[in-house]
């Protein structure tokens, strides 16, 4: 299991870093395009440090910053599937462990009226 840290989410440069404390985890907030066609004026926030900006980017900046955001949600996802996982296998022990001691009787499965 991978636990993300500051550290861990420090990367190069791009929209999804924050220029104050570094963290990779930048998101937008709102965004609008711009009478100029391929340009938009993009809301961000750091979820770590509160840094929060507007300014206008180009296609090629949006497009990056929406690939760096895909990676981390697929990320994050990949992350949550791990989590589930564990937990599932942890309540499975449990539940074997106890069937073993006899702890676990037809009582234990009753509706509860």
């Given at each position: 299991m991978n636990n993300a840290s500051r550290t861990d989410t420090k990367?190069?440069?791009?929209?999804?870093?924050c220029p104050e404390c570094g963290s990779g985890l930048?998101?937008?907030?709102?965004?609008?395009?711009t009478?100029?066609?391929g340009h938009w004026h993009l809301w961000r926030r750091c979820p770590e440090c509160e840094w929060r900006s507007d300014?206008?980017?180009?296609e090629a900046e949006i497009d990056a910053f929406d690939e760096?955001?895909?990676d981390g949600a697929e990320a994050l996802t990949a992350e949550l599937q791990e989590l589930e996982r564990e937990t599932m296998r942890e309540i499975v022990e449990t539940f074997a462990t106890a069937l073993a001691a006899d702890l676990i009787t037809a009582d234990d499965f009753r509706a509860q009226l």
């Open positions: 990367t190069g440069s791009g929209l999804h870093v930048v998101q937008p907030t709102r965004w609008e395009q009478a100029k066609r300014g206008i980017h180009g760096a955001l895909d």
